[in-house]
């Protein structure tokens, strides 16, 4: 697979580099290892080579993304080179296998990331977060009454 560097950049700092640095990540790491994991995965994507904490300047990471691709198709130079927008006839032809009578799945772009992944996280760390302050609320409060006896 290939990818335009600067579309692959937009992409991927508005999902995965998104939900890695939105607040309610940080929140649900506190509550779920998974979360926790998830996100010590992530943050490492951006501080250990390619992008050697330089995720969020532009310029160098579309570079090092088109070095790395050069790289792989050195590697591997029978690779398909293809973009996805051209659906299953050259991965099929490729392979060759016959194209599915399935649609090619069209699913994780920007929005439905959101859609499916920040947006719930914001709602899990909100919730979490209430009853926390209702937590300590009601212990303010029973520590309040103790000490006015």
Not at 46 to 72: I, K, L, M, S, T
Request: glycine residues 4%.
């Amino acid at each position: 697979n290939t990818r335009d560097a600067e579309k692959w950049y937009a992409s991927a700092r508005r999902t995965i580099y998104a939900a890695d640095t939105d607040w309610s990540t940080a929140v649900n790491a506190w509550f779920s290892s998974t979360v926790a994991a998830f996100k010590e995965m992530v943050d490492l994507t951006w501080v250990a080579p390619p992008f050697n904490g330089r995720f969020e300047d532009p310029e160098y990471a579309v570079g090092q993304f088109r070095a790395y691709q050069q790289e792989v198709l050195a590697a591997f130079p029978h690779a398909l080179v293809y973009e996805v927008k051209q659906c299953w006839g050259p991965l099929c032809a490729h392979l060759g296998v016959p194209v599915p009578a399935v649609p090619f799945p069209a699913v994780n772009d920007a929005e439905d990331f959101h859609r499916t992944f920040i947006t719930p996280a914001r709602w899990q760390a909100a919730g979490r977060l209430a009853l926390v302050a209702a937590a300590a609320t009601g212990a303010g409060l029973v520590a309040w009454a103790a000490w006015k006896r």
